[in-house]
């Protein structure tokens, strides 16, 4: 049973950067696409990036495209969030979750395994 466990959250004002990490403790962790996932208050949760296995692919909402990162690093079976430009409406607890084999994904019903949420707050 892999286990995650995120860190890197904190409050940020408008325009500044906050990077996340996700470290996994499953020996399967470099055959699975890999997400990051939010949930702001009130709402449900929603996709924000996603990579594959091997890392030669990501994916991204419209909402964060060009202002966040997703990267991983399989021999340290840890993935990263670089987010940059960050603005009030991404203020949101972020999950980081494993996702299919072999394959990434934008759905976060395909997401099985998810870390306990490391809270993002940006101040205007």
């Known amino acids: 049973q892999v286990q995650l466990v995120e860190s890197g959250g904190g409050l940020v004002q408008a325009g500044g950067s906050l990077r996340l990490s996700c470290s996994a403790d499953g020996r399967t962790f470099s055959s699975h696409g890999m997400g990051w996932l939010r949930q702001a208050p009130g709402k449900e949760r929603e996709f924000v990036a996603a990579?594959?296995?091997?890392?030669?692919?990501?994916y991204y909402a419209d909402s964060v495209k060009g202002r966040f990162t997703i990267s991983r690093d399989n021999a340290k079976k840890t993935v990263y969030l670089q987010m940059n430009s960050l603005k009030p409406e991404d203020t949101a607890v972020y999950y980081c979750a494993e996702g299919p084999l072999f394959r990434a994904t934008t759905e976060v019903n395909e997401y099985n395994k998810w870390g306990q949420g490391t809270q993002v707050t940006v101040s205007s």
């Open positions: 990579i594959t296995y091997g890392g030669g692919s990501t």
